[in-house]
């Protein structure tokens, strides 16, 4: 079995920053790709950025040049820093890890809890 641990979230004001991290832990043989999604009320979930194994990042086009991905393979993290907040930002923040499990020919897709991030005008 394997976790996602979140944390970083809470309430900024607009043009405000907010730093997301997630730490992957359990029967992991390798991480393919890692990535946050986001959920608003009334709203499907939504990619906001991710980051594959080799480094190709992709992010949502309201947040390209104001998020930045990245993750440290050693440690089976992946953070998301957020500058420059907007009240429509706000939302539940999913860490997701597309993860290969020692012993397995099978990638399994695992989510965190989710962190909320609230942006006030």
């Known amino acids: 079995q394997v976790q996602l641990v979140e944390s970083g979230g809470g309430l900024v004001q607009a043009g405000g920053s907010l730093r997301l991290s997630c730490a992957a832990s359990g029967n992991i043989f390798r991480i393919n790709g890692m990535g946050w999604y986001r959920q608003t009320p009334g709203k499907q979930r939504e990619l906001v950025a991710t980051?594959?194994?080799?480094?190709?990042?992709e992010y949502a086009d309201s947040v390209k040049g104001r998020f930045t991905i990245s993750r440290d393979n050693a440690k089976n993290t992946v953070d998301l820093q957020m500058n420059s907040l907007k009240p429509e930002d706000t939302g539940v923040y999913s860490c997701?890890?597309?993860?290969?499990?020692?012993?397995?020919?099978?990638?399994?897709?695992?989510w965190g809890q989710g962190t909320q991030v609230t942006v006030s005008s």
């Open positions: 997701n890890a597309a993860v290969l499990a020692a012993g397995s020919r099978d990638e399994v897709d695992y």
């Open positions: 980051v594959l194994s080799a480094w190709k990042t």
